[in-house]
């Protein structure tokens, strides 16, 4: 939980615990949560129903794990941590035990630079007993004590104005709203800063005293902070805004900088990521410039807290260690601590998990603070769990009761219980699951000392106790969490009525404060609990309630840091998911081409959400066309295929030209599935061998055997995928069905989704191609001598412009695209996609061109210009290996690059096989009679032919993404 700085007879002097955005937990719940105010009753029989006995085995349990939200992450002296803010990239959405959706690590602190010397002489309170007060009401709020620190404030309140100081009482009034605000009691800290607000405005405009300004600059960063946990980023803007003029005038830098990185923060907010970068940058040479002090590496760290939220994790790794740095020559041992906990995350974001529980281990030894040491703990016990370090876990366990029982009632030690509630209900899930462990959770547990009393009583206990105190702080965001993570260990007690009763008063909780980050999961809970119970209908329509509120939060889920994507698939992927077998289980027993209809629906929106996720924006936001008006009037001739991977099944709807949609299943194990594809990845590259053969039929009778007669019947020509999960990583060219590859019976393309941008033909009068590669070695790459014959090929069979080699620089490529229109930009160059669009670049003379930077070189990110890039190819680029979703990175460049489609490789392909494909597809292209796939199969089967390369590692990784036509 953050701790804003309070001022205590001057406003300069704060302890230095208070100073940092220090990152507290990366808690699994939203912590974006930590503000909102109702009362509510908890029926005392709802933890005496916990029975001794669980029956959990192979019960799949999926609610708040994995949450942790901090929607807010201000910078400043008095900054806030927001209530109601929607989670940003939810999503979506990290390493397992994973921030979530679009969180921000719950302990990102205001970066307090500390102005310990600062002491206005008319600030100093004029009565005793009022500088008694505000010392006293500042220690409680350092220890976490807000309750009683806002009666202590209100004493002083009530004391200043009988002293007439306005200063002195705005002043009090600020540290009013900062102690309400960690109370969850918005209106009372609304009302508060308003009144000091006002009191400044009737001070003589001409009274510029340093104090004045100082108090100012103050009031309006927790007035921004304010407006912004209210979902007002525009206006929060403008308040920090007016505070960095205020800090100007004061001659305060550091001032300056706190204020740059919440306007930052808001500009996040508002969907202006690239200018909030470019501020965080300019952030950067501000402090770079400065000496090192203490707030210097306050500063570091809070840039590197805001890297690691836009995922930028090298970055914030680099940025963190120089203000740990910084910290250690003060040396500072809370700045040490704070910087080694915001390491602690971008390790477990980096999916360097090992590093990441060391760091935690350090700030742990490190902190003297009992909520940043218990934090640690629970971060460490969480990866632990997830490592399957089972030993070192039940050593950790019994440590963290006695200090969870120590802390003072507050949001923080709330968050903190539930989330070792989640922690503990995963582990006992997981020791049930893994076979080899063969000790029960009771004796893992250790939470009791009674004999007998078992792990998930003592998990309901420790739940009730936060409801019980949620309640009392009238936190509804807290009690909705804390009701429905009990609700979520009653599902998995088996006790379905009692557990729906609980996620019931959960979601109406969510609901009441407009809180949709939280109603999804209760959604999609109840979703579950209703299905147990045979409630069909009543399922399907929770579960649509879930994804509906999902969609109302897409600008929201996708503004999160890249590690997120694991806390996607945990938190929000699961939830399309589950919709969907839920659908095609009820179509398989009742043809329903309703349910077919929304099943299709679903897997189309959870690969956008997949795309939103992988670039952190909106990707898809022109005005599209329904791939379905497309093979129904403009190519006949395609089908449009969707292999859809479930736990149980490889089920797959089809669609044919001017037909219903048709569904086929095979009863299969996920695990299964997805281990066969795994493996035919790896053998298809191996290119002598064919032990690929036996598993690529396999696939065939998964995908392709099932809807060969509908195919056959139809006439079509043409196969449109679909794909779904691993899939991707499979070329479809090189299935086989015993006889033959689909790739010599059918051209083959894929797109990500059922809207279609602008489905015309490429004008093959107008071709035009901008060619760019290296043929020599650069950054330690191995050369690729064919580029430069492949260049000259194509060059000879359409009007190009070449860029090879050390012509072949960013700058150079820039110039080149502005100074003419090239329907066709073709890439021979290494590159990689990644599941991180951070990692996904292809190389240059000069550089390396990440997947972003390359939207913004194309500049037609509009695809409604009359002049798009029709077709991106990418010929020497392959996915990273052993990224499972790395082919998402290929739709990914489709769609940012603004490229109608792209052709792209997804394995390291042969150079010189490369150059002679290339040449047959650009002859191919030229005969305007056929489509930009069936010139690719026809370049395909004409290397396939050759006996020397008929193996699919030479032919199958190229793939059309996107337009076909």
Known sequence: MVKKKIYCGSIGRVNRKSLGLRIKRWIRLPLIALLTALLCNLVPPVLAKIPQTLKVEGLEVEGVEGLKVERLNVEGDIALKGTNLKPANLPYSNAKGEQAVNFKPDNFKPANFKPDNFKPANLQPANFKISTLLKQGKGLYDSGRFAEAVDVLEQALESNQTQGDQLSEAMVLSNLSLAYQQLGLWTQAKNAIANSEKILRSIKTTDKSTAYLQVLAQSLMIKGSIELGSSEAKAAMESWEQAAVTYGELGDEAGQIRSRINIAQALQELGMYKRALNLLNQVEESLTAQPDSLNKAIGLRSLGNMRQLVGELSQSRETLEKSLEIARNLPSSEEISATLFSLGNTAQAQQELDEAIDYYQQAFNESTDPITKLEAQLNQLSLLIDTKRIKQAQALIPQIPPQLESLPLSRSSIYLRINFAQSLMKDEVRSIKDERNVQTSAKRLQLSAKTGVEPSYEI?????????????????????????????????????????????????????????????????????????????????????????????????????????????????????????????????????????EKAREIIESLQLAELDNYFRSACLNATPVVIDQVIDQVDTKAALIYPIILPESVDIIIRLPQQQLRHYRTELPQDQTESTLEELRKFLQQVHRRAFLPMSQQVYNWVIRPIEEDLANSQVDTLVFVLDGALRNIPMAALHDGKQYLVEKYSIALTPGLDLMNPERLVRE????????????????????FVEVELEKIKAQVPSEILLNQDFTETRFENSLEAATFPVVHIASHGQFSSEAQKTFIMTWDSNINVTELKELLQTTDLRQPTPIELLVLSACQTATGDKRAALGIAGVAIEAGARSTLATIWLVDDEVTAVLMNRFYQELTDKSISKAEALNRAQKSILQDPSYEHPYFWAPYIMVGNWL
């Open 460 to 596: 309901a206990k420790i739940l009730a106790t936060a409801v019980q105190q949620a309640k009392a702080l009238g936190d509804k965001r807290a009690e909705a969490y804390a009701l429905g993570s009990l609700g979520q260990l009653y599902q998995k007690n088996q006790q379905l009525p009692e557990s729906q009763d609980l996620t019931q008063q959960a979601l109406k909780l969510a609901q009441e404060i407009n809180a949709p980050d939280i109603s999804y999961r209760w959604q999609w809970q109840l979703g579950r609990i209703l299905k147990q119970q045979g409630e069909e209908q009543n399922a399907i329509a929770a579960y649509t309630e879930a994804v509906n509120t999902l969609k109302s939060l897409r600008s929201d889920l996708v503004a999160v840091n890249q590690e997120v994507r694991f806390t996607f698939r945990e938190s929000v992927e699961p939830v399309y998911r589950e919709f969907v077998q839920l659908l095609l289980q009820s179509d398989s027993r009742n043809s329903n081409p309703d349910n077919l």
């Open 766 to 785: 107008d071709i035009k191609v901008l060619t760019a590669g290296l043929s020599e070695s650069r950054r330690g790459s191995v050369p690729l001598p």
